[in-house]
Every structure is written in structure tokens, then in C-alpha cells.
């Protein structure tokens, strides 16, 4: 089992830039392809980036690619959401979560996930 915690949330303006982190307990965060969602009021949770074990392959949402990043360090059992030109419509909560399966890929579905950390709030004003 894993757990995760994200940080790095807060508030910030239309077209500046957060980096979320998700710091994973545990030996093994290598076995896990790693995915970060979001969910605003309201709203349905939304696949934002995964990454699998390696860090080799990369997936993004739809339109997001290209103002987002997905990155992970295995040797700091972190995985990083690096967030550029940001729009009021990416205010959400952003969630990590890990996925013991999939190895050469990652999944872009919830339930492809195993855990899930507690959430960051990302506010970004108009």
C-alpha cells in the first residue's frame, strides 16, 4: 500500500504558474504508474496527466498538453505537476493517485487507480 499527499495548491492569477508535488510513502513508489485528476464543484473528476513507472511515457488531458507537464523523481518518491499559463477554468481540487498495474503505460480513467491522496485546492482568479 501507498499513501499520498499533495502540496503546492494556492491561489494565483490568470496566466501564472504552479508546480503540485506527490510525495509517495513507501519503497516501491517505482511499481506505480503515477496520474494526476481534477474535480470542480460540480463537475465529474477530470483525467489531467499520467506517467508510467519509468517516467518514459507521458499522457495528458485533452487541451492541457502543452501548459502542463507530468515529471516524477523516483529516487524522491515524488511525482510533479507542473502547471503554465493558467486559466480561471483549471480552478479545481488536484488530486495524485497511484496504479499498481500498468507498467509500460498508464491509465487515463479513475478507476484504473488504486490510491488516491487527499487533494490541493488550485485557484487561479480572473
Known amino acids: 500500500q501507498v499513501q499520498l499527499i499533495e502540496s503546492g495548491g494556492g491561489l494565483v492569477q490568470t496566466g501564472g504558474s504552479l508546480r503540485l508535488s506527490c510525495a509517495a510513502s513507501g519503497r516501491t513508489f517505482s511499481s506505480y504508474a503515477m496520474g494526476w485528476f481534477r474535480q470542480a464543484p460540480g463537475k465529474e473528476r477530470e483525467f489531467v496527466a499520467a506517467?508510467?513507472?519509468?517516467?518514459?511515457?507521458?499522457y495528458y488531458g485533452d487541451s492541457l498538453k502543452g501548459r502542463f507537464t507530468i515529471s516524477r523523481d523516483n529516487a524522491k518518491n515524488t511525482v510533479y505537476l507542473q502547471m503554465n499559463s493558467l486559466k480561471p477554468e483549471d480552478t479545481a481540487v488536484y488530486y495524485c493517485a497511484a496504479d499498481k498495474t500498468r507498467s509500460a503505460s498508464a491509465g487515463v480513467h479513475p478507476l484504473s487507480y488504486d490510491y488516491w491522496g487527499q487533494g490541493t485546492q488550485v485557484t487561479v482568479s480572473s
Open positions: 506517467i508510467n513507472r519509468s517516467g518514459g511515457s507521458t
